[in-house]
């Protein structure tokens, strides 16, 4: 089966609501059971990948935390590689010292940019996953209970 997207699926089960004939005095409508059924299963099969995606993007924020840091892993020992060839004088010594201290602040920074930037993203996309699934079970739980006859 295709990967369906729970949006699209949603718009379906809002669509066959609204098509469905309405029966009068009564503010319902009737929705053909098995059109229904189907689409509620085709729902159920789709969650699973959309959870898979919410993994995916889970994975890919680690690997950007991962990334980020090992680059700033390597940036300091740059930096400090480079400090220990500069300790000949004093005053180089200083000034290396003064550069070192500002390469690691920088280095921090950015690692911490980075960092944020991929917890941002990574939070945005299981927010939008979340929103997602909470309609879906809305709808679904709707429609169960306006098939139980339930208010």
Sequence with gaps: MNRVNLLVLIDQLEALVEKAPEVPLVGRVLVDADE?????DIIRAAIPEEVKK????????????ADGQEQA????????????????SSEIYRQAE???KLLLEETKRQAAEIEQGSKEYAQQI?????????????????GIKE?????
């Design 36 to 40: 229904l059924f189907d689409l509620l």
């Design 54 to 65: 919410a993994e995916a993007v889970s994975s890919e924020k680690e690997k950007l935390i």
């Design 73 to 88: 892993k390597r940036i300091i020992a740059k930096a400090e590689e480079y400090a220990a060839k500069l300790v000949s």
């Design 98 to 100: 003064a550069e070192s």
């Design 126 to 142: 299981l927010s939008d996953l979340s929103q997602a699934l909470t309609k879906t079970l809305q709808v679904v739980e709707a």
């Design 147 to 151: 098939l139980a006859g339930e208010d």
